[in-house]
């Protein structure tokens, strides 16, 4: 089955109401032995592409990954990024701000992380979790410094936005490929995964107390991940929302996004000059004695 990378893109300026988004989709595999054939191949041809991209050094990659807890986002990180060379790629997790970098505009911590040009980034949970968690927990808002004239519920968000959309095209405009990724998960898959963790002692470290709290604001997060898709998702940095129920599934349209929009950079290997084939030949010769 053909992945058709479009039909997961949100467009941009489109409404998004994620009841109408499925979580689940008909497999592009047919058997678990394809999935590993089909994964193996776009794993393979990633790996290719990366060593172009880093010998290139001309673009610099940045993928977000974000959903609710149990969606798969480290699962995809790893599976889909396995082939690459660990120099060239940085993964870097968000989780509650530090002191110190409360102490600073809420786009500064992930700033600091991007990636330098030929090289992939990869955050997993990212600057989002400001429009995110923080919307649906506004007491994190108003423990953030900001000075209270500032501290319009009604404005801030749409601000956020904003403030996103424009470090998103200044990024583009210099040269980074953003791919967004919001991994779609449903209620009652979220529930069987966690069940799966509290069962299997190997598992039972990927669970919290407070990733049950959070089911219930459930609606509140679909709510404030609809608005955000809406909002940020561009022509230059566009959201892809990868029905997660079936996780094997959603590596490959994962992978499948990523090897669509490497492609289309159309990268080359530096060219050599005239005067350096010359040279080279000259050193060849010294070595061939």
């Known amino acids: 089955m053909k992945i058709n ?33 089909l994964l193996a191949e776009h794993v393979d041809q990633l790996s290719s592409l990366q ?25 995809a990180i790893r599976h889909v990024m396995s082939g690459v060379n ?11 701000p530090t002191a110190a970098e409360l102490e600073h505009d809420f786009l500064w911590r992930t700033t600091r992380c991007l990636p330098e040009r030929g090289r992939i980034g990869i955050f997993n ?17 108003h423990g953030e410094g900001l000075p209270p004239t500032l501290l319009d519920e009604q404005n801030i ?34 529930r069987k995964r966690f069940l799966d963790r509290i069962d299997d002692p190997d598992k039972n470290w990927k669970f919290s107390d407070a990733d049950v709290e959070e089911r219930k604001y459930w609606d509140q997060y679909m709510t404030a991940y609809g608005e955000c898709l809406s909002a940020t998702s561009t022509r230059n940095a566009p959201w892809y929302v990868v029905p ?8 490959l349209i994962v992978s499948a996004i990523v090897l669509a929009k490497f492609r289309a950079l159309n990268m080359a290997y530096p060219g050599t000059s005239a005067k350096r084939r010359e040279e080279l030949a000259s050193i060849r010769k010294q070595l061939a004695k």
């Open 125 to 141: 949970r990212s600057y989002y979790e400001e429009v995110l968690i923080v919307r649906v927990h506004p007491a994190i808002l």
């Open 5 to 37: 990378c479009s039909d997961f893109r949100v467009p941009a300026g489109k409404r998004v109401n994620l009841k109408k988004w499925p979580t689940l989709v008909k497999p592009i595999y047919k058997s678990k032995k394809k999935y590993k054939k």
């Open 244 to 251: 997660a129920d079936d996780k094997e599934n959603a590596r």
């Open 157 to 190: 968000w749409q601000e956020r936005y904003r403030s996103i959309v424009d470090l998103e095209n200044h990024l583009h405009r210099n040269g980074t490929l953003i791919i967004k990724f919001f991994l779609h998960l449903s209620e009652e898959e979220q």
């Open 86 to 96: 660990p120099q060239g790629c940085q993964v870097f997790s968000f989780q509650h």
């Open 51 to 75: 060593r172009l991209h880093y010998a290139s050094n001309r673009y610099s990659l940045l993928l977000i990954f974000q959903a609710m807890d149990a969606a798969g986002k480290d699962g």
